[in-house]
């Protein structure tokens, strides 16, 4: 079939920011779905807090210290989280570097913050209904969480090389965009796993 | 540093014709040898694998629903026993939902839709090349478990407490649920593959009013499978976990609850079939648009049925619970909902049938299809409206009445459509056309087979016959449809040998396809066939729905993107204005290695949980090595 040629894009940039990257756009489905995911867990919880007369069955509700300590911590790595974003988007390399490093040890600190959230559930995964679909949710966010935090390691250490090239910088503020996922998605299951049992 | 690359790099402006063509075949091809060939992330090499693939497993499940029609064509036959047919009916199920169904529709949509919108690959090539993976080992574990005889027994729909330990005490379900795993993963990257292939690489010009009905049935179907899916996900993870490591989600004397299952199974299970049927219809709106040589009539509305479906999809899990004891209140929102979804079915088969008798149709095999499937999804559709209402379902819950609904809305909704699919895309997909003579044949055997083999299931269920039973005796007077039922089925098998026949033989020595064989008007048929490795030398520029129709003297295309590295263009998601020429991923060994580590640590998972321990560093390397960006054209300058 002949072809006219109507119109030239050389001009075009070779990446994007935000909805004009095709990463951010995965980053969203994959938000989508995980999303999906932690709301049917959450269905199940309520599923089971429904048919069972007691709850937490057979168990003392979790310690509130290690979820609410995570949550503040949550809450407060939205601000280096968010100067990234800006240092990114300014293609600043040295600040993009500092700010890596300081979400990736935020993402560990909250990782082993976790194993002490894990321990304090009061309940073991095989108590009960109520143990397992703790567990069980708690084990989704603990996997949505380190494969964040690895993501973010790996996206630091890359930096540090010959990779860090002006592209790189629009997957630093996808990653970016998806740490607020994380948190996002924790608040609601706070709420579920440390006040629904104290109701 | 990069920018002054850019501006010194080879643009396609500068290259024409041939010298153009040769250029970017040799930049976006797949790699030579055996390993090229494993490191392949060209839609249509994963789309070709995943089609063959399916087909395969269509004809493994097909074998299986055969030796269960032998078992039934006569009162207490003993051909096969009973363990063996719980284990073949659970195969049957398994297969056809789960390694056919659903990976067939994804993959033509992985092959097709990026030729649709005019693009030079899908989104994420690497992971569509992982996602394929994983849907090949996990097949490959389903199939060969059942061959050393630890396959699933308990089911598609894997029940609990059927499916729990104290019941199941063997490994069967935990291959079932691991198999599950697998095609969710490969299923679920398919669907991010293609929104965001459908939201940001459409060509220039290609309005959210002009893409193809097909590319819409599959971005509605994506969006399903990513918010179904992750429920069977929760679903089987838990099962899992309630048999290797003692949770209780499904144990009632512990809290847990068996219906939880039920629901959590079916809020998937439900848009499953929907997952399936959407496709299909997809399908039958491009063939019919084609052979009926005119634009469906009534675009908008068949758009707006589409995504009314795939929402009520969500609102009907329940009426696969009517016998469980519901409240009333649920049960009857439940049945309004379920009836209500023949709604927008319907006002797409008045647009269908609008369309042809306003159009001069050429009744070529694809279309036999298109109208075989019109009359099989129609009674399949009738008799979903029985059994979404609870006095009806009640009593033929769990008979082959049900059997008998969900072949004809399965079979009729999507296989037909499907099969009318390949004789219209073979020649794109493969250069040669498919016998027109043996398509034919093919047709009225499938069509007389299908109607022979499972309207009997109708009265049969009516009269009685519970379904999911081995044999039978001889005063229930169901030997005579069974016996004809077996007749159909075997009728229906040889239709499917047929087209295998069919293939073959025109891969050797079938007509020469060209460019366009059946006139069509969308962009798939606006390039070479088999499409080179680029897919388009130039990104076209789509001014009109039916592209080809209305450009058909020369059509509009960019120019400006590189030649030098593979890149892609980017548009916006309404307008589709070109944004970004943004790189798109060269061939990689990585994602096959990821594949290798994810299963084995899915299949460890099931022997010891420690396998979660030692199977995560492994996927943690490959998938580091995936991310790396080791390899790049652009990062090696």
């Not at chain 2, 229930?476 to 004809?484: G, K, R, S």
Request: charged share 15%; glycine share 8%; net charge neutral.
């Amino acid at each position: 079939m002949r072809q006219t040629i109507v119109r030239n894009v050389a001009e075009l940039p070779t990446y994007g920011y935000g909805p004009r990257s095709g990463p951010w756009w995965g980053a969203m489905g994959f938000m989508a779905l995980e999303g999906m995911g932690f709301a049917i867990a959450i269905g199940a919880y309520l599923y089971l807090y429904a048919v069972n007369p007691n709850w937490p069955i057979g168990a003392a509700p979790p310690d509130l210290w290690p979820g609410t300590a995570e949550t503040i911590i949550y809450l407060l790595s939205i601000i280096p989280n968010e100067m990234i974003n800006r240092v990114a988007h300014r293609q600043d390399l040295a600040r993009v570097r500092i700010g890596l490093i300081v979400m990736s040890l935020i993402g560990i600190a909250l990782l082993v913050l976790r194993g002490f959230e894990f321990a304090h559930l009061n309940t073991r995964w095989d108590n009960s209904a109520y143990g397992s679909i703790v567990w069980l949710i708690l084990g989704l966010h603990t996997t949505h969480l380190a494969t964040d935090v690895g993501d973010t390691v790996v996206l630091a250490v890359l930096m540090f090389t010959r990779h860090a090239k002006p592209r790189r910088f629009s997957d630093v503020t996808d990653n970016v965009f998806y740490w607020n996922f994380v948190v996002l998605a924790w608040l609601p299951l706070y709420v579920l796993l440390d006040w629904v049992p104290r109701l | 540093m990069s920018i002054v690359a850019e501006q010194r790099e080879l643009r396609d402006d500068a290259l024409n014709g041939l010298q153009l063509s040769t250029r970017l075949e040799n930049l976006w091809r797949t790699p030579s040898g055996f390993f090229g060939a494993l490191a392949s992330v060209d839609h249509k090499v994963v789309g070709r694998r995943y089609i063959v693939t399916a087909f395969v497993f269509l004809l493994l499940g097909g074998v299986l629903a055969v030796l269960m029609r032998v078992q039934l064509a006569g009162p207490e036959k003993t051909f096969l026993s009973a363990d063996k047919y719980d284990q073949i009916f659970t195969m049957h199920g398994s297969t056809m939902m789960f390694l056919f169904a659903v990976p067939v529709m994804e993959a033509f949509a992985v092959y097709l839709v990026p030729l649709m919108v005019g693009t030079r690959n899908i989104a994420f090539p690497r992971l569509n090349a992982f996602s394929y993976w994983m849907f090949l080992f996990g097949g490959c574990f389903l199939w060969i478990s059942f061959m050393l005889n630890v396959g699933p027994d308990v089911g598609w729909f894997a029940y609990v407490p059927l499916s729990s330990l104290q019941y199941t005490p063997t490994k069967r379900p935990d291959v079932w649920a691991q198999m599950i795993t697998f095609t969710e993963v490969a299923a679920l990257a398919v669907s991010v593959e293609i929104v965001v292939t459908v939201f940001k690489l459409r060509a220039p010009g290609m309005t959210l009013d002009r893409i193809p009905l097909f590319v819409w049935a599959m971005l509605v179907t994506s969006f399903l499978v990513m918010f179904a899916m992750p429920s069977i996900m929760v679903a089987s993870t838990s099962l899992i976990l309630d048999r290797l490591v003692n949770t209780r989600f499904y144990d009632s004397s512990s809290g847990g609850h068996p219906l939880l299952w039920q629901h959590l199974f079916w809020f998937f299970g439900h848009p499953e079939v929907y997952i399936i049927f959407i496709p299909g219809t997809g399908m039958v709106s491009m063939i019919l648009a084609t052979f009926a040589r005119r634009p469906v009539i009534g675009y908008p509305v068949v758009i707006l049925s589409l995504i009314a479906t795939g929402f009520l999809s969500f609102g009907l899990w329940v009426h696969h619970m009517f016998v469980t004891g519901l409240p009333q209140l649920g049960a009857g929102l439940f049945t309004a909902s379920s009836m209500l979804i023949a709604v927008p079915s319907g006002l797409q088969i008045f647009c269908w049938l609008a369309t042809l008798w306003d159009g001069r149709p050429v009744y070529r095999t694809p279309l036999l299809f298109v109208l075989g499937f019109i009359v099989i999804f129609v009674i399949g559709g009738l008799s979903g409206v029985m059994v979404a209402s609870v006095p009806i379902d009640t009593q033929v819950h769990d008979t082959y009445f049900v059997v008998a609904h969900f072949h004809y809305v399965l079979i009729g909704g999507a296989v037909f459509p499907l099969i009318g699919a390949v004789y219209y895309w073979f020649p794109k997909i493969a250069g040669r056309m498919l016998s027109e003579r043996l398509g034919r044949w093919h047709f009225w055997l499938a069509f007389v087979g299908f109607n022979v083999a499972f309207f009997p299931m109708h009265i049969l269920g009516l009269i009685g016959m519970p379904r999911r039973v081995y044999t039978y005796t001889a005063d229930m007077d169901w030997a005579h449809l069974n016996l004809l039922s077996s007749a159909g089925a075997a009728i229906f098998a040889i239709s499917f040998a047929l087209l295998l026949v069919n293939a073959i033989h025109s891969l050797r020595s079938g007509a020469l396809a060209g460019d366009n064989p059946w006139d069509a008007s969308t962009l798939e048929w606006a390039t070479t066939s088999p499409p080179p490795p680029q897919n388009f030398d130039r990104i076209p520029i789509v001014k009109h729905r039916d592209p080809l129709w209305f450009d058909n003297e020369s059509l509009p295309v960019v120019a400006g993107l590189s030649v030098e590295r593979r890149e892609v263009l980017m548009t916006s998601l309404a307008e589709a204005e070109p944004q970004v020429r943004e790189a798109s991923p060269e061939p990689s060994i990585w994602p096959l290695l990821t594949a290798i580590a994810t299963t084995v640590f899915f299949i460890g998972s099931i022997f010891t949980p420690w396998a979660v321990l030692w199977g995560t560093p492994p996927m943690a390397v490959t998938l580091i090595g995936w991310f790396w960006p080791s390899g790049s054209k652009e990062d090696e300058e």
